[in-house]
């Protein structure tokens, strides 16, 4: 199933400060979900982003904060974003059944907010080159257990030229440093 830009949400969890210097890629996951946030403000599409105890973890790195700058960001202390007290009713509200998740761990947090949303009705896509975890291994089983769950699969560009549909468009040139 294709993603739509008028039928998606983005979900960054948990890209904070003292935590990603362990995360396997880092930076990768970092500069794919600043794209992704940055397309989502150019294109319309919500974005909202998680922060997992913040007092032990630090707020979200700056390059996300500063890309978020339309998103909605909520603390949250269960693993699960799906499992914190007002969240499924928050992504609810932006009426959009397709929610696309970057972030770490894959393993735990991705994992779990995956599988959250998925019981609670929503069509949800795991962009893979956007999350990661500590270790490589806990980040590929996880994609392939979520693969297996019914998640769908995608990747930063993926996203990007699905949310446009088509080349030539004003929408297409504001994005193309995106892409290039």
């Known amino acids: 199933m294709l993603i739509r830009r008028a039928d998606s949400l983005l979900l960054v969890v948990d890209i904070q400060q003292k935590l990603a210097p362990a995360i396997?890629?880092?930076?990768?996951?970092?500069a794919n979900s600043v794209r992704l946030l940055e397309g989502a403000r150019q294109l319309g599409v919500p974005a909202f982003v998680s922060e997992q105890y913040v007092k032990g973890l630090g707020p979200s790195l700056?390059?996300?904060?500063n890309a978020a700058v339309?998103?909605?960001?909520?603390?949250?202390t269960h693993f699960s974003c799906a499992a914190e007290p007002g969240v499924i009713d928050l992504l609810r509200a932006a009426k959009r059944p397709q929610v696309l998740l970057t972030g770490t761990e894959t393993h735990v947090c991705v994992l779990q907010t995956a599988f959250g949303l998925q019981a609670a009705g929503f069509e949800v896509y795991l962009v893979?080159?956007?999350?990661?975890?500590?270790?490589?291994?806990n980040h590929s089983a996880a994609?392939?257990?979520?693969?297996?769950?019914?998640?769908?699969?995608?990747?930063?560009?993926?996203?990007?030229?699905e949310?446009?549909?088509?080349?030539?468009?004003?929408?297409?040139?504001?994005?193309?440093?995106?892409?290039?």
């Open 143 to 161: 994609v392939e257990r979520l693969r297996a769950g019914g998640v769908q699969i995608v990747t930063t560009e993926m996203v990007l030229f």
């Open 128 to 137: 893979a080159d956007a999350a990661s975890s500590r270790t490589p291994e």
């Open 163 to 180: 949310w446009l549909h088509q080349a030539g468009t004003a929408d297409f040139r504001q994005l193309l440093p995106l892409i290039k």
């Open 70 to 76: 339309d998103a909605h960001f909520f603390e949250k």
């Open 24 to 30: 396997h890629d880092s930076e990768r996951v970092t």
């Open 62 to 65: 700056e390059a996300i904060r």
